[in-house]
């Protein structure tokens, strides 16, 4: 998620922090971490929500074959009774030599 810092990188992140936030960083510190676990407990029910309603959705759609009184309704095949190409009779003509 973060790029790989060297630690020459981070002792300047670090010192242009304690410029900024001073006294208050560890007060600036905490309330980013509880806005993180905030933000991650609120992504989880979301996912749970999202969860929950395409379980609904997929019970509701999909039929359920356990009843003893429910049939699928599938064609039966039926053979036909005739052949299905009609035959033609061939007459030769007679070779002409």
């Given at each position: 998620?973060f790029?790989?810092?060297?630690p020459?990188?981070?002792?300047?992140?670090?010192?242009?922090?304690?410029?900024?936030?001073g006294?208050?960083?560890?007060?600036?510190?905490?309330?980013l971490?509880?806005?993180?676990?905030?933000?991650?407990?609120?992504i989880?029910?979301?996912?749970?929500?999202f969860?929950?309603?395409?379980?609904?959705?997929?019970?509701?759609?999909?039929?359920?074959?356990?009843?003893?009184?429910?049939e699928?309704?599938?064609?039966?095949?039926?053979?036909?009774?005739?052949?299905?190409?009609?035959?033609?009779?061939?007459?030769?003509?007679?070779?002409k030599?």
């Amino acid at each position: 998620m973060f790029p790989n810092l060297n630690p020459m990188e981070l002792i300047v992140v670090l010192g242009v922090a304690v410029l900024l936030f001073g006294k208050r960083l560890p007060e600036v510190g905490r309330s980013l971490g509880r806005g993180i676990v905030e933000f991650k407990k609120g992504i989880r029910g979301v996912e749970e929500e999202f969860r929950a309603v395409a379980d609904i959705t997929r019970h509701e759609e999909l039929p359920s074959y356990t009843s003893p009184s429910h049939e699928p309704s599938v064609p039966k095949f039926e053979s036909p009774g005739q052949s299905p190409v009609p035959t033609m009779e061939y007459e030769p003509h007679p070779a002409k030599d």
